[in-house]
């Protein structure tokens, strides 16, 4: 499948950036042979003046602590002249978030520019709208991030009081994302009374306590959709398309079969204390 994707060049780097996969697109774009890739630095063919202190290609970095680098840049082709690319860089982590690879995809400019006209052509399926509700700014933050990266429209409250303000004033919402331990309001009274405004929204609790904990508190149901704190994207993914059920951008991605790196990160949302 990789092979198939001629107009998108596709390089798996190691840490250090030596390429360890070079696609049939990638030869399509800088003339490289696989056999003449592999193994060597990718840096090769980034302009000198552009590397950072350690002779690597700044994305890197980049990628690594941002979780994801796109930008237009030049690249040196086979026969020495200039290319402008689209290039995205993807830090890849096994289970216990130890960076293991890079991912990068590079396109040329003008199938990129296509890519998007005929994106914009199509009409636009709306994106599910979730409130995500969390009293603790971080957990929200990364879960709103992680929630957008998937494809979903997001608006947030720190508390339940403003979530039940927002959903009165808003009948787009699709999802209802509720963390369950809070100050004033938990996560189940909030579900009760959200209900009484939009009987059909769909519910989604998170805690850092397991479900049987919460249903003898009191505080969800019995068979409640509960995702536990601290969880992956994977995870957030999984259980959004369980409650949608709709197809979401990164879905085949973030939701595949075991454990396999993600292309696309899986950033852990925290659960700090108990929650």
């Excluded at 929200?140 to 009165?168: C, F, K, N, P, W």
């Amino acid at each position: 499948m990789v092979d198939n994707l001629r107009d998108c060049g596709l390089v798996l780097l190691d840490t250090e950036g030596k390429v360890l996969s070079w696609n049939a697109g990638a030869k399509g774009l800088l003339g490289y042979e696989e056999a003449d890739a592999v193994g060597q630095p990718f840096a090769r063919i980034v302009p000198p003046e552009t590397l950072d202190a350690a002779g690597a290609p700044p994305s890197l970095a980049k990628a690594r602590r941002y979780g994801r680098h796109e930008e237009i840049c030049r690249r040196t082709h086979s026969n020495g002249t200039g290319l402008e690319l689209r290039e995205v860089v993807i830090p890849l982590r096994d289970p216990q978030h130890n960076l293991v690879a890079f991912g990068l995809m590079m396109q040329a400019l003008e199938a990129a520019r296509d890519a998007a006209t005929g994106l914009a052509a199509t009409p636009a399926r709306r994106a599910p709208k979730v409130l995500l509700v969390d009293d603790e700014e971080v957990v929200r933050v990364t879960a709103m991030h992680q929630l957008e990266d998937l494809g979903y429209e997001v608006l947030t409250a720190a508390s339940g009081e403003e979530a039940l303000d927002i959903l009165a004033r808003d009948e787009s919402i699709d999802v209802l994302f509720t963390d369950v331990i809070m100050p004033g309001m938990d996560g189940g009274q909030v579900a009760e009374e959200a209900r009484t405004i939009r009987p059909d929204i769909r519910i989604l609790f998170t805690s850092g306590y397991f479900e049987h904990a919460l249903v003898e508190r009191g505080n969800i149901k019995p068979n409640a959709n509960l995702l536990v704190k601290p969880y992956q994207r994977r995870d957030l993914c999984r259980m959004m398309n369980r409650i949608v059920a709709a197809d979401v951008r990164n879905s085949e991605e973030l939701a595949g079969p075991g454990d396999r790196v993600s292309p696309f990160g899986d950033a852990v949302v925290p659960m700090h204390a108990r929650r």
